[in-house]
């Protein structure tokens, strides 16, 4: 997202488990240097079962015990993030109604200010949806990339250790199961997390992340599936994607952010990070952030994006990012924005099948 999609989110606050023999879980935004994204509805309508992806090598760790209740053992999530995402039920109905179907997933953001916020995870569940929270380590969008107090070695040495277990304590006594996204999009250049920005030097984001999921291993937590998302290649394909990442045994779930910006294949959009990320992990996918940019070939972007879905099973889900540009969004990403957009999503989305969200039933702590 870009700050001022950022500043728009921030500013109003914001499955059946997996077969345990699967215990190791398989896996496989923007165009113009920066990211671009910042109850009524039918039931969700089922194709036949799709292809099954083969598990992964012998040396993958498992997952960890959340996260095999979060990862659909069947289906996928169709997740939204808008303005008022989770809070606001009536634009979850409003999306749900456009779409046919409602969103089996919910994707809202909380800077390093922001405590953890209960209503936001209980608001998702009563939904009928999961929580998926873009944990960002930054303090102000006004600020930019340059705020040293955030600095990855400031993460790192222990400053913010006070901040960091608070929250970890409350999400431990709240116990329900949420996807944390951390740090995305730490391959740009457009965080004060990124290795190019902000002081900070190669190696240190992953020092970094290891020591926020250290604080929340060590608190007990065990209601937190942790996500891994950078951007698209797109604009930053110098960027190696393997030195920032954290390792299996700290993530639970990759991620991408990427939008279409001219394309009319998804492949376009997703594949090459996909193939990169491939060579060094297995773990699931879940696109954290998408659209498509207004124009012709909008519908025909949509389109394609549901046929290349459903041949890449061990991509579990998406969110859309379902804003324009007087929502914050830096273009008008929504699949609504024209009846043929709309039309192009629904029948994509009808021809996908969707995952039974879990209840949001506490996991006692460790």
Not at 160 to 180: L, S, T
Request: a negative charge; hydrophobic letters at 40%; one cysteine or more.
């Amino acid at each position: 997202m870009s700050t001022c999609d950022r500043a728009a989110a921030v500013s109003r606050r914001a499955f059946p488990a997996v077969l345990l023999a699967l215990s190791a879980v398989l896996a496989g935004c923007s165009g113009a240097g920066a990211p671009e994204g910042a109850a009524g509805g039918a039931a969700a309508r089922v194709s036949p079962p799709e292809q099954s992806a083969s598990p992964p090598g012998p040396t993958a760790p498992a997952v960890s015990q959340v996260a095999q209740r979060l990862i659909p053992a069947r289906g996928r999530y169709f997740g939204i993030s808008t303005l008022e995402t989770p809070w606001s039920p009536q634009e979850t109905d409003m999306v749900a109604q456009r779409a046919g179907v409602r969103p089996n997933l919910l994707e809202y953001f909380a800077k390093w200010n922001e405590g953890y916020r209960r209503d936001a995870v209980d608001a998702a569940y009563q939904q009928g949806a999961v929580p998926l929270l873009t944990w960002e380590p930054w303090g102000s969008v006004a600020a930019g990339t340059e705020q040293p107090q955030y600095a990855l070695a400031e993460i790192s040495n222990g400053r913010h250790d006070a901040y960091i277990r608070r929250f970890a304590q409350d999400v431990k006594a709240h116990g329900r199961p949420v996807i944390v996204r951390f740090a995305h999009e730490m391959n740009g250049t457009w965080f004060p997390w990124a290795e190019r920005r902000n002081g900070n030097s190669a190696g240190e984001y992953v020092e970094a992340w290891r020591h926020v999921h250290d604080i929340f291993t060590e608190a007990g937590v065990r209601n937190v599936a942790w996500q891994w998302s950078p951007n698209i290649l797109r604009t930053v394909e110098k960027v190696r994607l393997q030195p920032l990442y954290p390792g299996d045994e700290y993530v639970d779930i990759i991620g991408l952010s990427g939008y279409s910006k001219h394309e009319v294949r998804a492949a376009d959009v997703f594949e090459p990070a996909l193939e990169e990320m491939q060579a060094f992990t297995r773990r699931p996918v879940l696109i954290a952030e998408t659209g498509a940019r207004p124009g012709d070939d909008k519908a025909l972007w949509i389109a394609d994006f549901f046929t290349w879905l459903r041949g890449r099973p061990d991509v579990i889900g998406f969110v859309w990012f379902e804003r324009s540009v007087e929502q914050g969004g830096k273009h008008d990403w929504r699949f609504a924005e024209t009846p043929e957009t709309q039309n192009a999503f629904r029948e994509g989305l009808a021809g996908l099948e969707l995952a039974d969200a879990p209840g949001g039933e506490p996991i006692p702590p460790g």
